[in-house]
């Protein structure tokens, strides 16, 4: 009786190890159409405008950043989904056509030509890197220009592990590209706000400490010691530094590479549909 059970559960663990086996080489994401060929177009208006399964926001910052969507998406009648993944599936280097699939699929956009965008975020180890791809009537404000500029905006952000500050610069400077139609990164600008920032906070360190040492007792100026020290109290001993040897340690720095700017380009989702974006490893 025990022969059966044990060769019933390894059947059944061998089938189950075969199952696994089969899903992790297919390596679709679970939103994947499962026949491609008869894959409709649908809009899903339920669907979540942040989309964090990389798990690098709090609840607070979606709900922030959820309200900044809204405001942009109600003003322009253009749709925005952040997306975060620790996994770039079997897309490999195809990040942009991830980006794609993903809007595609999960009934992403307004209008009949879909309008909007994805943020994507893949936080693959070796594969790290962010997108954005834009479809419908949003394509026409995602060049290479804006693009380029709408990254260096959020570049030193997004290096520097501050993705919640990267995706809050990130609306705010989308909602800006869709007011103006076009975007520059002034980089000039940008180190002004920091130098005067600097200068405010030298300002008012002098101020406190000029209040603080206004409120101090004034003492008379010493000509010498004499008053401080106690006779026969001082005892002078010789001392020596002696010095033993010297250890030198040495290690490689790792250099960031983004490229010299964003990988731009205008294709096509699995599902057919028209995208133009672009974006950066990191």
């Not at 010789?238 to 700017?261: A, C, M, P």
């Not at 096509?268 to 974006?277: N, V």
Request: net charge negative.
């Amino acid at each position: 009786m025990m022969k059966k059970i044990f060769a019933s559960l390894l059947s059944f663990l061998f089938i189950a190890s075969f199952a696994c086996t089969c899903f992790a080489d297919s390596g679709k994401p679970p939103w994947f159409p499962d026949d491609l060929e008869s894959f409709e177009d649908f809009h899903d208006e339920n669907a979540p405008r942040v989309v964090d399964n990389a798990d690098v926001l709090t609840d607070d910052e979606e709900a922030v950043l959820l309200e900044k969507i809204r405001d942009i998406t109600d003003r322009t009648g253009f749709d925005l989904v952040i997306y975060t993944t620790p996994t770039s599936y079997d897309y490999g280097s195809d990040r942009a056509l991830l980006a794609r699939d993903f809007y595609q699929f999960n009934g992403y956009g307004y209008d009949e030509e879909y309008s909007g965008s994805v943020f994507m975020i893949c936080f693959e180890e070796g594969n790290r890197g962010w997108e954005s791809q834009g479809c419908g009537r949003v394509r026409e404000y995602f060049t290479e220009e804006n693009i380029n500029a709408l990254d260096d905006y959020i570049d030193s952000d997004m290096r520097n592990g501050d993705y919640y500050e990267a995706m809050l610069t990130y609306t705010d400077k989308l909602s800006e590209l869709y007011s103006t139609g076009t975007l520059v990164y002034d980089e000039d600008n940008t180190v002004f706000n920091i130098g005067f920032s600097a200068v405010i906070a030298v300002i008012i360190a002098a101020i406190v400490a000029r209040v603080l040492y206004s409120g101090m007792k004034k003492v008379k100026t010493a000509t010498n010691a004499d008053l401080y020290i106690v006779p026969g109290s001082e005892h002078i001993r010789v001392s020596k530094d002696h010095f033993l040897y010297i250890h030198t340690r040495r290690e490689l720095r790792q250099e960031d590479n983004d490229g010299g700017g964003s990988t731009f380009s205008s294709g096509s989702s699995s599902g057919g549909r028209s995208f133009s974006g672009g974006g950066r490893s990191f």
